[in-house]
């Protein structure tokens, strides 16, 4: 008993703060339907949520010093896999839904170990043609894909645990959890990935590519690794979408997908491996859909791509909204920070 | 078997033979100097010895395994660290953090361990920090252990170098230079600290044009001009040739 009392005694109770302010957003975020059914709000949240995992995809792979812009190429083939394996092929939902993020992510294996070997630009741009290849294939293969007609897809069953009756037909609630639950599973596969020794090699990469290597870091590996982990999550957040959306067309994960990924993780935050790309992506997602609403026609990729440079101006270093927070808390206790004085050298003894 | 070896090693860049037809042998636990005028090689070789460049000729072998065939990261792994005459590091990373990045190879727990935080790999994460620490504080880092690079001076930002190679537990150390830029104190603190490293056992190749600090803590030199090897053997008597006075300073003309 006195023990399990000890580990108290050594947690870091003043540094506590901050962590339970974070997680107010996190209860807030589970018991948000039980306050609210409405179907904007929900609908907002899960769209928001499916574009975050993405982007934190995006930001693994940045991670490592690659540039992916195929992010929405896997979330295809993701809801591509599920349409067809329940739809076309009739096989229960939830073993296609798990196959979703398992083809995405061999594919993204496969294609990894080719294309991370040219690393830099070259990579980027091959990602970038991925996306429109894997939707011209989307468009052509029309005995699988049914084409630009595109797919219908159906729900998952009923679920009925006990006093559980859950049908994700009703309304939007299910799928909000759904999302939720990947949301938090992707944050904390990679928020640990990042805490830990693998997360530490993996910006090795990026700080210099050459002296990590001279340190024995294998680049490939690591490249592949985390390209692979961000296209299964994305092929699951892409499933989530074709169901959500109960229609997949070639049409939905395109050229401008790939591009506004790289925007919320950009706006987010690049050096934040969850949060940033979360809150990224929910202003960016609700910035579009009012945007939309504007009546000249162009005129919301326009401004889109202006806020995302305003950002770049205004937070310095490839920051983003995400570090705005420490800068607040930084204000409230009116720590000095040690870190940037120019000119300063070591004083010879 | 040598331990390490190199033999008959060319390094072509397009007609230009940056290495040519260079041959020797490395004996464990020796201090090795390379010498030579600017543009002779030295860096290339050492460039090449850490797989960063494929050989256009010859082999490179330690021991017994050919290594002019395998990746820097897999020559790492076997015990060959260099460091950078232009003196990379990591930026925007604290002392202790670019240690820890560069420590990887000290681990032997698998990945998927480092994930999970097993208590295998918190406990050798925790003996890790302690080499890491350790070895901060060997070479004079350690009052800036929580800080940015750019905050050390240009001594000891080479300093830093130095321990970033040693952080990847090297059986055999390529030191690039490390004296370039330094006065006479930090250049004596480099030499106290190569002798160190030299008794626990690790064997040094060292790349020095300063000759107070290779007469000091060479056992071996290998004079190097336009790639090609032109001496080998005891510090003093290789500086008193003729072929090496040449090559650095030229023949009298009449």
Known sequence: MNVWLNRFRTYDWRNMWPKVVAAVPVIIFLLIPVFTQGEIVLNMLILSGIWAVAAMGFTLILRTGQFSLGQAAFMAIGGYTCAILTVVLGWPWWWGFLLSGIVSGLIAMLIGSVVLRVGGIYFSIITLSLTEVIRIIAQQWESVTHGSRGLITTPPPNIDLGPLHINFMANSVPFYYLTLILVAVTGLVFWQIGKTRMGGTFYAMLANQTLAEHEGIHLMRYRVIAFTLAGVFAGFAGAIYANYLTVISPLIFGLWQSIQIMMMSIVGGMSSLVAGPIIGSTVLYILGIQLSRLPIYGISQLLYGAVVVLVLIFLPKGTGLIDLWPRIWRKIYREVEDYEIPGETRQED | ?254
């Open chain 2, 1 to 254: 078997m040598a331990f390490l070896e190199l033999d008959d090693v060319t390094k072509l860049f397009g007609k230009l033979a940056a290495v040519e037809d260079v041959s020797f042998n490395v004996d464990q636990g020796e201090v090795l100097g390379i010498v030579g005028p600017n543009g002779s090689g030295k860096t290339t070789l050492i460039n090449l010895i850490s797989g960063y460049y494929k050989p256009t000729r010859g082999t490179i072998s330690f021991m017994g395994k050919k290594i002019s065939v395998l990746r820097p990261d897999e020559i790492a792994k076997l015990g060959l660290v260099r460091t950078f005459q232009s003196n990379v590091l990591y930026e925007k990373t604290t002392l202790v953090q670019s240690m820890l990045m560069s420590s990887r190879l000290q681990y032997k727990t698998s990945d998927i361990e480092s994930f999970m935080e097993t208590k295998k790999y918190k406990d050798e994460h925790e003996g890790v920090v302690g080499n890491v620490l350790q070895t901060l504080q060997l070479l004079d880092l350690f009052n800036e252990t929580f800080r940015p690079a750019s905050v050390l001076s240009h001594g000891y930002q080479r300093m830093l170098g130095i321990a970033l190679a040693l952080a990847a537990n090297p059986k055999v150390l390529l030191l690039d230079e490390p004296t370039t830029g330094m006065n006479y104190e930090e250049a004596q603190f480099v030499v106290e600290n190569i002798k160190k490293i030299n008794e626990q056992g690790i064997t040094v190749l060292l790349i020095e044009h300063n000759m107070k600090v290779l007469l000091d803590v060479a056992t071996r030199v290998i004079v190097l001009s336009f790639g090609s090897k032109i001496a080998d053997g005891n510090p003093h008597e290789m500086m008193n040739k003729p072929e090496v006075i040449e090559a650095y300073l030229g023949t009298e003309t009449v």
